[in-house]
């Protein structure tokens, strides 16, 4: 799983621009994340295809890094996420984005964007 980091100007039309562009082109945001500083904005995507989500945005001439994701399912209960991010930090990673990507009775699927996924995927067995 992947997710696209936009770097926007934080101004009224741009997250639907960016909506609209994936849209015309059939992609499904399944999770969206997004913050401002000053007169920028951070948008993260979680698109459900990956592949034409890149050319969409490609087309469009939108800046964008892309990152992957590990997911992680546990228990949604009080202290299993500072559990999680004690892991992470006990074993020198940086958590850079964390999604919220299904709920299903008493678990919750998270999607971690991490300086090294492939360590913390050992890590989070």
Do not use: C, W
């Amino acid at each position: 799983m992947k997710d696209f980091v936009l770097h926007l100007t934080h101004r009224p039309g741009e997250v639907g621009r960016v909506a609209n562009i994936l849209g015309r082109a059939s992609i499904n945001i399944k999770s969206i994340a997004g913050m401002t500083f000053g007169n920028q904005v951070v948008v993260r995507i979680i698109p459900d295809n990956a592949d034409a989500a890149r050319s969409a945005l490609r087309d469009a001439n939108i800046r964008f890094e892309e990152t992957e994701l590990i997911t992680v399912l546990m228990e949604n209960q009080a202290g299993e996420l500072a559990n999680l991010a004690d892991k992470l930090s006990n074993a020198g990673l940086n958590l850079q984005a964390i999604y919220v990507i299904g709920l299903e009775g008493d678990l919750v699927d998270l999607a971690l964007a991490v300086d090294d996924v492939k360590k913390a995927r050992k890590v989070l067995e």
